[in-house]
């Protein structure tokens, strides 16, 4: 039996892998801090492998060790670039989380995030755990592997030529949605928030001995509770919708390369 591999097949496969690596390494949940090193390696040669076979990329020429190394450098420019993006997307939900947070008063109790490495809020952590689950529970992992595979049809391996006038204006765009999407998650809490602030304005100028600051505390940890239960129900569509912003946002970046 002959296992013999063709050089040019082994280097075409070795930069499908490199893309996928490297998206896999930062992209939303394959690149959780959770799921161990070993096995994010083992997804991204399996994915890798079933790409290669489906696709059977043609391998660019080059002449010298170093013009591969190139083009392994620019594989893993796009497989990085299309993880930041992804990760930058779910990176809303955190924001999110901290607007509602600062509205209800729970700004200060924060806990360790190991995916972000930083300190994040309650309802931060509540909602990304609660999308995350949705992702896996409906499959739309599938969906975010499905962009990284189209690549391979967008940008060809060795394809990479960055465009700096589209890529700056992409991104530059999305970072104004991305407080414009965030606040608008936020927004159900804010308006209670508001029309709770107005109603104990008036009670103060009306009662100006009673201790509104005191009783503000405790209305708005009630109303923010009440309403992040009522919000619960719309987590699903929020999921939706982020992950067809991804998609966008991810066509968009594609089409800057």
Known sequence: MDLSIETLKLEAFLMVLVRIACFVAIAPVFGHKSINGRLRVLI??????????????DMPEYS??????FLLL??????????????????????????????????????????????TTISANL???????IILITNLHYYILKAVVRSFEVIPLGGFNLNIIAMYTHVIGFIVEFFVIGFRIAM????AATI?????????????????????????????????????MFIPNITNYLVEKMDSMLTSVLGGM
């Open 196 to 232: 709770l602030n107005i109603i104990l304005g008036v009670m103060t100028k009306s009662s100006p001995q009673m201790n509104m600051f005191a009783i503000g505390i405790q209305l708005k940890i009630i109303l923010g509770m009440l309403a992040l239960a009522i919000m619960i």
């Open 127 to 133: 909602y990304d755990k609660l999308i995350y689950l």
């Open 188 to 191: 159900p809490i804010f308006i």
């Open 64 to 69: 010298t060790v170093f013009g591969f190394t």
């Open 44 to 57: 991204a040669a399996c994915i890798s492998l079933t790409v290669f076979m489906a696709m059977n990329p």
């Open 74 to 119: 620019k594989e893993a420019a796009v497989g990085l670039a299309l993880g930041f993006v992804s990760s930058l997307v779910m990176a809303i939900i955190t924001m999110a989380g901290e607007f509602i947070d600062r509205e209800i008063g729970f700004s200060m109790a924060q806990s360790f995030d190991i995916n972000s490495g930083t300190m």
